[in-house]
């Protein structure tokens, strides 16, 4: 990757250090955010998220080894469970190219948390029934989910009640930082993004766009949010790769 256009290769220590968290961000007192919330999504030069119903054509070789340094950095990975479904979610797993030094002090891989308020999720799948007791997959769901499907997915995964009928982010993001979680990376999709952004709990955006134009009817990074008024992000720097640009966004603190 290059910022001037000129396409280099960058390596994942580059990325690493691109793609450092701010210093400083992780108070812990009153009225400070308990986590630091990036995001990490991808859409083509017309905006579409999805080809066919999912990201992996508008990728790239250079996206892909920015998605597992990101991995790599995060505490937990947050997925919504129509995103888990839709890109055949599993757990985490190691990469190259330094992985272990970026994991140096914490469990080899980040796990999943997945946010479902009716607990819809094929409890049979690889993502909860194939996670390493390190990093259990964990459920982020709602009161009135259904006990027995409740008390099924604990067999397998860390359940966390986080809101009465509707899963609360807040109190999600407040859950998974009380566990130590506190590197959180958000892969979508675009109706968990837009209540991020409306609930005010993103900190980061990392965009990638795609040189590709991919029509159709795909919904935007975001859905749903239902803002006053636009949120407001600086730039914090923008990439380019075979024809990528691979843009960092940060919140501007009201």
């Known amino acids: ?140 769901t709602a009161r009135s989910a259904p006990p027995d499907r409740r008390q099924q997915a604990a067999k397998w995964a860390d359940v966390v009640i986080a809101g009465s009928r509707h899963v609360d982010l807040a109190t999600a993001i407040s859950a998974l930082a009380d566990r130590g979680l506190r590197r959180i990376l958000t892969e979508g999709g675009p109706r968990l993004l837009g209540q991020l952004v409306a609930a005010d709990l993103l900190d980061e955006l990392c965009l990638t766009v795609s040189p590709l134009l991919a029509g159709g009817d795909a919904a935007r990074i975001t859905v749903g949010a239902d803002l006053p008024s636009p949120r407001r992000f600086r730039l914090g720097h923008v990439l380019e790769a075979e024809g990528s640009l691979f843009c960092r966004y940060l919140r501007v603190a009201p």
């Open 1 to 140: 990757m290059g910022d001037d256009g000129g396409g280099g290769g960058e390596s994942t220590a580059d990325l690493v250090a691109a793609y450092a968290y701010p210093p400083g961000w992780a108070g812990t007192g009153a009225g400070e955010r308990p986590a630091w919330v990036r995001a990490n999504m991808v859409t083509s030069a017309d905006g579409a998220t999805a080809v066919k119903g999912a990201s992996g054509a508008l990728s790239s070789d250079k996206d892909r080894q920015l998605f597992g340094v990101l991995r790599g950095l995060a505490d937990v990975i947050l997925v919504g469970a129509e995103t888990a479904r839709a890109e055949r979610y599993g757990p985490a797993q190691p990469q190259g190219g330094g992985w272990a030094l970026l994991r140096e002090g914490r469990p080899a891989t980040p796990p999943i948390a997945i946010v479902t308020g009716k607990l819809d999720l094929d409890l049979s799948s690889p993502l909860l029934r194939a996670a390493p007791a390190c990093a259990r997959t964990i459920v982020l």
